[in-house]
């Protein structure tokens, strides 16, 4: 099958930032089972493997001097460092899912966003917010997967990172995760 010329299609890079806890990786999955012609888009990363997570399915997980020699050789549509490691997005992946016509879900950091919005002008950034800190503090501890000291970080981390609020398109409160979903679908198929 021929690309579909990118102007003819609905492609973009939809964009999901939004504190750890909030439910972004979750959400994002309900998401792409729902919305036509998506993709989820699958980071680089140098941290370290959580259990239960699967290598080329959460994340490709590398080594520091394999992640420097993926952003120098094929490159990397956005790429920062979040919570002392490094993230980062394949560029040639990202952009042959958006020439096929697909709408590419990414679950990544504000800086991540802030960069992906300059490089990809018709980018959709949306921001999921929990219901309350105390909320997330919650979830965060629920989660059992990080130690106390990466808990504390992460909280400090959300407070900074909800002040990004308004360079983003849209804000979406994960109350309810059904009606979150409704929200973000909505927003994806406008
Ligand atoms: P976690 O380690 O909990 O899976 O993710 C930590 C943070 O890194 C999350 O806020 C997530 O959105 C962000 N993140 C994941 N992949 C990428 C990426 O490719 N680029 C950027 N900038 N952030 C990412």
């Keep these: 099958m021929s690309?579909?010329?990118?102007?003819?299609t609905a492609a973009f890079p939809f964009?999901?930032?939004g504190?750890?806890?909030?439910?972004?990786t979750e959400l994002c999955t309900a998401l792409l089972e729902r919305l036509d012609a998506s993709a989820r888009s699958i980071s680089a990363t140098t941290r370290p493997q959580r259990p239960g997570e699967v290598d080329g399915e959460s994340y490709f997980f590398y080594g520091s001097e394999q992640f420097a020699r993926e952003r120098e050789g094929t490159g990397m549509a956005e790429w920062a460092e979040v919570h002392g490691h490094l993230y980062g997005t394949p560029k040639a992946w990202l952009d042959a899912q958006l020439a096929r016509g697909l709408t590419v879900v990414l679950n990544i950091d504000v800086q991540g966003g802030m960069k992906i919005r300059a490089r990809y002008p018709e980018a959709v950034l949306v921001f999921l917010l929990p219901p309350s800190i105390e909320e997330l503090e919650r979830r965060l501890r629920g989660r059992q997967t990080d130690r106390e000291e990466d808990i504390q970080r992460r909280?400090?981390?959300?407070?900074n990172e909800m002040q990004m609020l308004d360079q983003y398109d849209y804000a979406v409160v994960n109350a309810d995760r059904a009606a979150a979903?409704?929200?973000l679908l909505s927003i994806a198929r406008a």
């Design 19 to 24: 504190p750890s806890g909030v439910g972004k």
């Design 155 to 159: 909280l400090n981390r959300a407070l």
């Design 181 to 183: 979903v409704e929200e």
């Design 15 to 17: 964009v999901v930032s």
């Design 3 to 8: 690309a579909i010329p990118r102007l003819l």
